[in-house]
């Protein structure tokens, strides 16, 4: 099931306690839809937007116009006032539906949720990952199937 990008955001926020910047979300949430791709095997994303290949990596736009204003601070729960949760405090899906995304968003929080704003740039700049391939083609968005190829080619 896809989720929004702001509900994906707020899954991190609330997993990290608040304690994660913009661009520690952009990227955690990147990472969740790489395992999300990558698990299915196919093309389909956990989110409803694309990532787009910025200077510092995979940002989503309508993610990065909400928290934005935070620039380098981390970025409090109540940013996300408004936004359907599909997190329960105490880190279960809201709805049966959610289970796949809640599951996949903290796998990926407990995986790279550990790493440094710097380290989640140079993980998601890999030479071989969908962000560098997307930058070399000149694209406006990274490809699915560049993030499923991504993953495949990581599990190498």
């Avoid at 093309?43 to 995979?58: M, N, Q, R, V, Y």
């Avoid at 309508?62 to 729960?77: A, H, W």
């Avoid at 704003?117 to 969908?130: K, M, N, T």
Wanted: glycine content about 8%; hydrophobic content about 35%.
């Amino acid at each position: 099931m896809t989720i929004s990008c702001l509900q994906g955001g707020q899954a991190i926020a609330q997993l990290s306690k608040g304690t994660k910047t913009n661009l520690e979300i952009q990227k955690i949430l990147y990472f969740a839809n790489m395992l999300y791709i990558g698990g299915n095997g196919n093309a389909e994303s956990l989110i409803d937007k694309k990532f787009l290949p910025w200077p510092f990596g995979p940002v989503v736009e309508r993610l990065y116009g909400l928290i934005k204003e935070y620039e380098n601070r981390c970025v409090p729960l109540d940013a996300f006032i408004g936004i359907e949760r599909i997190m329960d405090d105490d880190e279960s899906p809201t709805d049966e539906k959610y289970k796949d995304a809640v599951e996949v968003i903290k796998k990926a929080h407990n995986r790279f949720g550990k790493y440094s704003p710097y380290e989640l740039v140079r993980i998601s700049h890999w030479s071989r990952g969908a962000w560098k391939r997307s930058k070399v083609r000149g694209l406006k968005e990274i490809d699915n199937g560049l993030i499923l190829d991504e993953f495949n080619a990581r599990r190498e």
